[in-house]
């Protein structure tokens, strides 16, 4: 079965320093991985995946990925935050046999940036 | 840019009464989706549908739960008698396919609290 767990429900950084959110995975078959944004009141907003190929994956807003097959992980940098980037993050799961859509998330991380 | 639009944005309901809740999906996609997520959990799956018939879904995805297509662009989620565990946040999402690379673009979501 596949699992996401992210480590830290809670960050805070601080304005221009790194962001840092770690997604770890669980899948028995080759995985695809999305890192998803919300901000208040309003849906999931995808922000970078990770299917095949490069496995430093860039995003919308100065976001990245990097897959880590050897280590189960798929965190989240930014070299510099920005206040427009507190949110929540979820990293999800999906099936990498082509065979199903559904999406299994992590907890979901919040982001605070302190001015 | 096409998006995925839901409503009501919030709904309060007394315990056992049916609702309904609606999502229009983005108008060339094929595959649907609802999540939801209870205050403080994580994102649960819990049915994907395409071509008029549910493509899989969830153990959280019992008889009381049924989804439809009545016309060209709505999606509903009925839940025919709603529990107090039922109050969360019902999100709707759609893809142009079923694989598990594709990107599934998420509604703002809809607030059901079950009194």
């Known amino acids: 079965a596949q699992s996401v767990t992210q480590l830290g429900s809670h960050v805070s950084v601080s304005e221009g320093a790194l962001v840092l959110l770690r997604c770890n995975y669980s899948?028995?078959?080759?995985?695809?991985l999305f890192w998803y944004v919300q901000y208040p009141n309003q849906g999931l907003q995808l922000l970078l995946k990770?299917?095949?190929?490069?496995?430093l994956v860039k995003g919308i807003n100065g976001f990245e990925a990097e897959f880590k097959k050897s280590e189960t992980s798929f965190h989240l940098t930014k070299p510099s935050a920005h206040m427009s980037d507190a949110a929540e993050y979820f990293c999800?799961?999906?099936?990498?046999?082509?065979?199903?859509?559904?999406?299994?998330f992590g907890q979901g991380t919040e982001l605070s940036v302190k001015p | 840019e096409p998006e995925v639009t839901q409503t009501p944005s919030h709904q309060v309901t007394q315990m056992g009464q049916e609702v309904i809740l609606r999502c229009v999906p983005i108008s060339n996609h094929l595959y649907f989706y609802w999540y939801r997520q209870i205050l403080g959990q994580k994102v649960e799956f819990l049915v994907s549908?395409?071509?008029?018939?549910?493509?899989?879904k969830s153990e959280i995805f019992d008889d009381q739960f049924s989804v439809e297509r009545p016309d060209g662009s709505n999606f509903t989620l009925k839940i025919r008698s709603t529990k107090l565990e039922d109050s969360a946040m019902y999100f709707c999402a759609s893809s142009v396919a079923l694989a598990g690379s594709e990107t599934q673009y998420f509604g703002p979501g809809t607030r059901l609290l079950v009194l």
């Open positions: 899948s028995s078959v080759p995985p695809y």
């Open positions: 549908f395409y071509n008029n018939e549910i493509s899989e």
């Open positions: 990770y299917t095949t190929g490069a496995t």
């Open positions: 999800a799961v999906s099936h990498g046999n082509n065979q199903g859509g559904k999406l299994i």
